[in-house]
Every structure is written in structure tokens, then in C-alpha cells.
């Protein structure tokens, strides 16, 4: 049950646009599409953002998108607003029956 | 509201054990799974264990498989994390975590509560 590898941090210009990657294996991003991404906020609990490889729960904005192709999931943040600053991470199933967490990246609106 | 309670947390010396709970409300727990997930301090998002609605199915991360319990008692809407063999790096804030879809599991965690804190020190 290794973690999935992301980037520790990205950063960007409010009105651009980012990608955060997600890195696994055949046994867990490649092999499913029970991928999911979440946003926390410093002191505040994660809030789902992307499931199913791409779905948004009610009430995201569709500023955020997400994507996968191979071994790898990707999040999109279009439109970057200050708001977005926050740790993100990646979730996937894993073969074992288990799941697993990225890392965690760091995003910075500069 | 849909709201989560954990509670439970607190020292405890290594080798040593703790129940966790959480207190669910405004939705119908039995028909969700439910998930713990700890975070360490400064650290990332760990996956630790999950429970089908009717309790039948359970999932644990390597990490704490065989050591740690996960159960939940849907007359009290309340969902449990017995930790035994406690370790130091076990030291985390644990919340518990509802699923989006009913019947399925597939730790999609739409709800969580706000933590508690379990430090494993001497």
C-alpha cells in the first residue's frame, strides 16, 4: 500500500489554470476508475471534490475537473481564485480490496 | 444537518489501547459506509479502515491490520475504532468519515468530522 506519488506543490496566478498529477500503479489508478480528489483547507476538514475519475459532487464549482490516463489522475483547477489555496489529495481502490491517499500537493495562489 | 462527532481520543503509552467513536446524525447511518481516516501532525491523509451499512464488510490499511477493530452499532448510529498494540507512529488525529452513495462502498468521503486527537507516547 504505497502512497500515490503527487507533486508536493504547484503554484499559479488567479485566472490560470492548474494541474495536479497522481502517480500509481496497474493495482490501484490504472486498473479502476474509483478515483477520487479532495481539498483541504489549514485546521478544516478535506472536502470531496472529484469521484469517479471525474464526477462533482453537488455544489462544486465546475471550475474544478478531473482526469486519468493510464497510471496516472489528474485534477484541473481552471480559473484559479485565492479561495483554492489548500493541500489537495488523490484517492484511488486498490486491488487489495484497500485504498489509498497521494502525498498531498501544496497549491499557492500567487 | 448531517453532522459527525468523533470522541475518544487522548494519551495512552505505547503497547497500550483506545476505542474511538463516532456519533452520527441527520442522515440514515445503516445505509452508508463509514471510514476512519488519520492524520498525523504536518503530515498527509492516511487511509485506515471502512465499513460496509450492515457492518458485514470490513477493510483495514496494512498498517494497522490485525491490530486495529472497526465496528458500528446502527441502533446508536454511532461507529467504533478499537486501536490496540498502540505504536508511536499511530499518533494522529482520527476522523471518521460517511460515504457519498448508500448501499455502496467506495469511500467517496462526502461528511467528516472534525477529529480526535490520539497521541501514543511514555
Known amino acids: 500500500q504505497s502512497a500515490l506519488t503527487q507533486p508536493a506543490s504547484v503554484s499559479g496566478s488567479p485566472g490560470q489554470s492548474i494541474t495536479i498529477s497522481c502517480t500509481g500503479t496497474?493495482?490501484?489508478?490504472?486498473?479502476?476508475?474509483?478515483v477520487s480528489w479532495y481539498q483541504q483547507h489549514p485546521g478544516k476538514a478535506p472536502k470531496l471534490m472529484i469521484y469517479?475519475?471525474?464526477k462533482r459532487p453537488s455544489g462544486v464549482s465546475n471550475r474544478f475537473s478531473g482526469s486519468k490516463s493510464g497510471n496516472t489522475a489528474s485534477l484541473t483547477i481552471s480559473g484559479l481564485q485565492a479561495e483554492d489555496e489548500a493541500d489537495y489529495y488523490c484517492?484511488?481502490?486498490?486491488?487489495?480490496?484497500?485504498?489509498?491517499f497521494g502525498g498531498g500537493t501544496k497549491l499557492t495562489v500567487l | 444537518e448531517v453532522q459527525l462527532l468523533e470522541s475518544g481520543g487522548g494519551l495512552v503509552q505505547p503497547g497500550g489501547s483506545l476505542r474511538l467513536s463516532c456519533a452520527a446524525s441527520?442522515?440514515?447511518?445503516?445505509?452508508?459506509?463509514m471510514s476512519w481516516v488519520r492524520q498525523a501532525p504536518g503530515k498527509g491523509l492516511e487511509w485506515v479502515s471502512t465499513?460496509?451499512?450492515?457492518?458485514?464488510?470490513?477493510y483495514f490499511a496494512d498498517s494497522v491490520k490485525g491490530r486495529f477493530t472497526v465496528s458500528r452499532d446502527n441502533s446508536k448510529n454511532t461507529l467504533y475504532l478499537q486501536m490496540n498494540s498502540l505504536r508511536a507512529e499511530d499518533t494522529a488525529v482520527y476522523s471518521c468519515?460517511?460515504?457519498?452513495?448508500?448501499?455502496?462502498?467506495?469511500?467517496?468521503?462526502?461528511?467528516w468530522g472534525k477529529g480526535t486527537t490520539v497521541t501514543v507516547s511514555s
Open positions: 496497474s493495482s490501484d489508478v490504472g486498473g479502476y476508475n474509483y
Open positions: 468519515a460517511k460515504d457519498l452513495r448508500e448501499q455502496l462502498v467506495l469511500n467517496y468521503m462526502d461528511v
Open positions: 469517479d475519475v471525474s
Open positions: 441527520g442522515f440514515t447511518f445503516s445505509s452508508y459506509a
Open positions: 465499513i460496509s451499512g450492515s457492518g458485514l464488510s470490513t
Open positions: 484517492s484511488s481502490y486498490t486491488s487489495s480490496s484497500t485504498w489509498v
